[in-house]
């Protein structure tokens, strides 16, 4: 299987309000895996004519904030009209395909992906045009619950203390978190859940 994993840090939680600041994603394909740093990875830092956040997002990003701030040329810089043609080309140099209607359908992972990041992504310019995410997301939240203890899916920091990571502090930065949902799931591609519940 192939999907992306994907994060976003923005300027606030209100996708009709607030700004994607950055973007990362990086390609996962369980049949032939990689070291993580060696994953087909994408980054992109938006810039905008005038940002709208919250003081908390806004402190958060601070270092974004700064690399937006600075004049000399970047590649990863980029409007929010150019995010998902420049995302787009990435997936299609690495193997995705566009449906009938020249659409790239998307598996995607991240942590909060169905109701934090896409929300943001639906309101991009060729969202559902130029690239669309499967209607089936992948949380690692839903892998390191504990069913018995757990009043709510854990946290990205839990999920982290659970699998052991020996660094469980979340980076808040959007290509290291992808990377950590990447590394959450693997563990689970060799005994898939199914196997486990009919033995």
Known sequence: MRYISLDLETSGSNPQRHQILELAAVVE???HLLPLPELPAFRRVVRHPELVGTAGALALNAGLLRELARKE????LCTPEELLPQLREFLLAHGFKPDKKDCVPVTMAGKNIAVFDLGFLRELPGYGSLIRAEPAM???AAFYLNWRKDTRLPTMQICKARAGFEDDTVAHQALADALDVVQ???PFYELPVYKVVNE
């Open 184 to 186: 959450l799931l693997r």
């Open 29 to 31: 394909d369980t049949r």
């Open 138 to 140: 992948l949380d690692p």
């Open 73 to 76: 040329p970047n590649p990863e």
